[in-house]
Nanobody, 124 residues
Framework: QLRLVESGGGLVQPGGSLRLSCAAS????????IGWFRQAPGKEREEREE???????????QYADSVKGRFTISRGSAKNTVYLQMNSLKPEDTAIYYC??????????????WGQGIEVTVSS
């Protein structure tokens, strides 16, 4: 069973940067499509926003308009970690961030595995 663990969250000032990691123990993520989602304060889990999804090929990555140009998804060289680099953070980026994986390797299919989530707070 694939298990995803997020790390790298915390408190950051507006305009600052954070890098989130999504790691899989004992598995490679290179054949999975990986998505990052976020759940803003006061929102239900069903209202999670898809921030970005990257196919296993690495092509056709789609970012939400709200983060385009500020966030970047990438795969680690060890192939069991995916990163979300977040720059120019705004207070409205405050949320619990989740990574998720699609076994079929393509975005647009249902995500089969989810991490537990990690909190990101952007505040002065």
């Amino acid at each position: 069973q694939l298990r995803l663990v997020e790390s790298g969250g915390g408190l950051v000032q507006p305009g600052g940067s954070l890098r989130l990691s999504c790691a899989a123990s004992g598995y490679t993520l290179e054949y999975y499509a990986i998505g990052w989602f976020r759940q803003a304060p006061g929102k239900e889990r069903e209202e999670r926003e898809e921030v970005v999804c990257m196919n296993s090929s690495g092509e056709g990555t789609q970012y939400a308009d709200s983060v385009k140009g500020r966030f970047t998804i990438s795969r680690g060289s060890a192939k069991n970690t995916v990163y979300l680099q977040m720059n120019s953070l705004k207070p409205e980026d405050t949320a619990i961030y989740y990574c998720a994986a699609v076994s079929r390797g393509l975005c647009g299919y249902e995500f089969d595995y989810w991490g537990q989530g990690i909190e990101v707070t952007v505040s002065s």
